[in-house]
């Protein structure tokens, strides 16, 4: 079936240190979202990016749609506390269909 | 403001049983999901519905059954818990259109099975 894998599971990072998830399809999506979920929290939409080699980017937060769109980063620059939760990316596989979740990337920050 | 309400946010409840879990929005929106999440699998799509009277099965439907009777509610029903079923469940809501749309979630309910 369709699936959306994710790496790095876990990543632990000092404060000020870049943090950057990926995500994988080994088919084509049309388009994919991120989403963060705090610690004892609901997920959040963060973004949506649609079109082939998109750049996306919030303060410290960018988001890349790789040019074959089977693939997605999230990278953080220079880390926060208020970074700290887990990272979902969620990908559709065609316009309108259901959202297939990775596993999440789950970051914590050392200050 | 709109909102999208899950309850109960806690339940325990003892194999065999049947639970229901409610999940109400108030966007007015057409689509509403049930998803489950548990350590090392992310979100995974229990049901799903685009209207009223519509459901549709997600990837890990066995053991649960929806209704979509409103707009406004999709219920989650275990019919006979096991404790496979043990995890946090999420409703989610989204507008209907021709791009996916963001999914607004709920607070989540943690569900044990004893």
């Known amino acids: 079936g369709q699936q959306v894998m994710q790496i790095p599971q876990y990543q632990h990072v000092q404060e000020g240190e870049d943090f950057t998830t990926y995500c994988n399809s080994s088919?084509?999506?049309?388009?994919i979202q991120w989403y963060k979920q705090r610690p004892g929290g609901h997920p959040v939409f963060l973004i949506q990016?649609?079109?082939?080699?998109e750049v996306k980017k919030q303060k410290r937060l960018t988001f890349q749609f790789g040019e074959a769109k089977k693939n997605s980063s999230l990278h953080i620059t220079a880390t926060q506390t208020t970074d700290v939760g887990t990272y979902f990316c969620?990908?559709?596989?065609?316009?309108?269909?259901?959202?297939?979740f990775g596993q999440g990337t789950e970051l914590s920050v050392k200050p | 403001d709109a909102e999208i309400t899950q309850s109960p946010r806690h339940k325990i409840t003892e194999t065999g049983r049947q639970v229901t879990l409610a999940c109400h929005q108030t966007?007015?929106?057409?689509?509403m999901f049930w998803y489950r999440q548990d350590l090392g699998h992310g979100l995974r799509l229990i049901h799903y519905?685009?209207?009223?009277?519509?459901?549709n099965k997600g990837e890990v439907s066995d053991g649960y059954s929806v209704s979509r009777s409103n707009t406004e509610d999709l219920p989650l029903t275990l019919e006979s818990a096991a404790s496979s079923q043990t995890s946090v469940y999420f409703c989610?809501?989204?507008?209907?259109?021709?791009?996916?749309?963001?999914?607004?979630f709920g607070p989540g309910t943690r569900l044990t099975v004893l």
């Open positions: 519905s685009y209207g009223v009277q519509d459901t």
């Open positions: 969620a990908g559709t596989y065609n316009q309108g269909g259901k959202l297939i």
């Open positions: 989610a809501s989204s507008e209907s259109g021709e791009v996916t749309d963001t999914q607004y």
């Open positions: 966007w007015n929106h057409n689509n």
């Open positions: 990016l649609v079109k082939s080699g």
């Open positions: 088919t084509t999506l049309s388009n």
